[in-house]
């Protein structure tokens, strides 16, 4: 594919965009106007509604974390798994009565569940009173929407099946603190079985290395000292575009920033992590101590009907490999129990892939048949509680390995980068090491933006404490 085929947002309709801004803004600014986003689901969604909040921004609302208070609220949407679904359902539905209360608010429902045409148009159907729906690939177009939307009394509604568009300068207002996101690449080619992400999400575009450069620079100049590069699978990053120029190599880019003091990456594919990945990571010292390499099942059997394209052999080899090639490095991964066909041996395999591995940590979840992937098209024969029961197993699994591997921690100096206050304590600060470790720790708000090295007192399943050191 040629690079610039790939680009089909122009200039100029970037430039239409900004228009629509600036004729809002006429409309907005100075009346103190209120806008609340509710975001489901992955990294990427948050930073598109980091993207979203961006142009609110420049169309002059502010902010408000009182959903009841806001004038616009939007729900950006999630639907890897059938709960996310239903928690917008419940929570779009219960906006009726404040519609009634508001007739002037605006009520928007955007994101990937918005890329199923049967769903969106159940939510147009089901909740009249939504004002604006829209899905992803689109988002760029949210001021023209939103202007329509103003100036209409049904719903607006444009869900666009093309994926081709890579849209860059699009206003982007970050979460405050020290680590910012950089999606890398959009989309995912890779149709595991059970996943909805490649239907809703279109297929793997990569952004051009000279506008991430040019993004990382810009948020080192901000202050930001951490950034997180996004993808579906960042191991395939550079590969639809036609420059030899490959994930590695935009790490070694990045490592090169000034400013930026770490890089961390999500979600890299076991079938596609290179030699040359490893090796980079490892030479490269802003480059963390932590890798999320999803496996979502230990058995053969499964790994195929789940259209992985690897096999616990490969997968323990690959390990092996970075382990080898960085013994400090911490894993963590993503599993799924309760597939169609999932024995209480395949389950067994699971278990035992978890032990050998010995993951820092793991997300895991309980199969969701998603409409329009070749899985859901299988029957789903284990019950619910058999496959409650094997949740629950394979938590407490990694639970107690991840404590282990906390505990490990006792007694040892780490540098941690401090973040800010802590979610739960007051006058507790938080910060979180190279290898994905949250520590909290008390400490003066000052040192928050800043590397310190701490003394780890205590260990827990999901954190550790530590202390500052006596002479720091
Ligand atoms: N691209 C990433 C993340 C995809 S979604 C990756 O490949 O790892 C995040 C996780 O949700 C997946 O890793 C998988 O474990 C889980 N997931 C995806 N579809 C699911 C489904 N239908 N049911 C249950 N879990 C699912
Ligand atoms: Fe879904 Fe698989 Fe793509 Fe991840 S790699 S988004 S699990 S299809
Ligand atoms: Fe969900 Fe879409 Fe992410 S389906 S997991 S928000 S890509």
Request: a negative charge; glycine letters at 6%; one cysteine or more.
């Amino acid at each position: 594919m040629s690079e610039r085929k790939q680009i089909l947002v122009t200039p100029e309709e970037m430039e239409e965009q900004r228009q629509y801004i600036a004729e809002l803004r006429t409309r907005i600014e100075g009346k103190g106007l209120k806008y609340h986003i509710v975001t489901y689901g992955c990294q990427m969604n948050v930073h598109d509604s980091e993207k979203l909040a961006g142009m609110l921004h420049e169309i002059g609302y502010a902010e408000t974390g009182q959903m009841q208070e806001a004038d616009l609220i939007l729900f950006n949407t999630c639907c890897v798994r059938e709960n996310a679904e239903l928690r917008v359902y419940g929570n779009v539905g219960a906006l009726r009565a404040y519609k009634q209360a508001n007739p002037n608010s605006i009520i928007g429902v955007c994101g990937c569940m918005m890329q199923q045409p049967e769903i969106s148009d159940y939510i147009r159907r089901s909740f009249p009173f939504v004002d604006l729906i829209f899905g992803t690939h689109n988002l760029y177009r949210f001021p023209c929407l939103l202007l329509q939307a103003l100036d209409s009394n049904t719903t607006v509604v444009e869900i666009l099946d093309s994926e081709g568009a890579v849209v860059e300068h699009v206003p982007t207002r970050r979460a405050k603190g020290v680590s910012a996101w950089v999606t890398i690449m959009y989309g995912c080619n890779n149709f595991c079985s059970y996943c909805i992400v490649p239907y809703v999400r279109g297929r793997e575009r990569s952004r051009h290395r000279e506008d991430i450069l040019e993004e990382v620079q810009d948020l080192a100049e901000e202050g930001y000292k951490e950034i997180t590069l996004l993808g579906q699978n960042v191991n395939s990053y550079g590969k639809d575009l036609d420059r030899q120029y490959l994930f590695h190599q935009l790490l070694r880019d990045i490592n090169g920033v000034n400013g930026i003091e770490r890089i961390r990456f999500t979600t890299s594919h076991p079938k596609d992590l290179s030699d040359e990945l490893i090796e980079t990571m490892a030479e490269c010292k802003k480059v963390c101590r932590h890798l999320h390499l999803p496996i979502q099942s230990g058995s053969n059997r499964i790994l195929k009907a789940m259209n992985r394209k690897y096999t616990r052999e490969n997968y323990l080899q690959l390990v092996e490999k970075i382990k080898k090639a960085m013994p400090d490095i911490s894993l963590t991964t993503d599993i799924i129990v309760g597939f169609p066909g999932e024995s209480e041996e395949d389950f067994k395999d699971t278990l035992d892939i978890v032990e050998k591995v010995r993951y820092d940590s793991a997300f895991t979840f309980i199969y969701s048949p998603r409409r329009g992937t070749p899985a859901a098209k299988i029957k789903d024969e284990i019950p619910q509680e058999d496959k409650k029961e094997r949740l629950a197993r394979l938590n407490e699994l990694v639970s107690s390995i991840s404590h282990e591997k906390n505990k490990a921690y006792l007694g040892k100096n780490v540098e941690v980068l401090v973040e800010g206050p802590s979610k739960t304590k007051a006058d507790v600060l938080t910060g979180r090491t190279g290898t994905n470790k949250t520590v909290n720790f008390k400490g003066d708000p000052e040192l928050i933006g800043r590397f310190i090295t701490l003394r780890i007192v205590e260990a827990h399943v999901f954190s550790l404490v530590g202390e500052l050191l006596k002479d720091a």
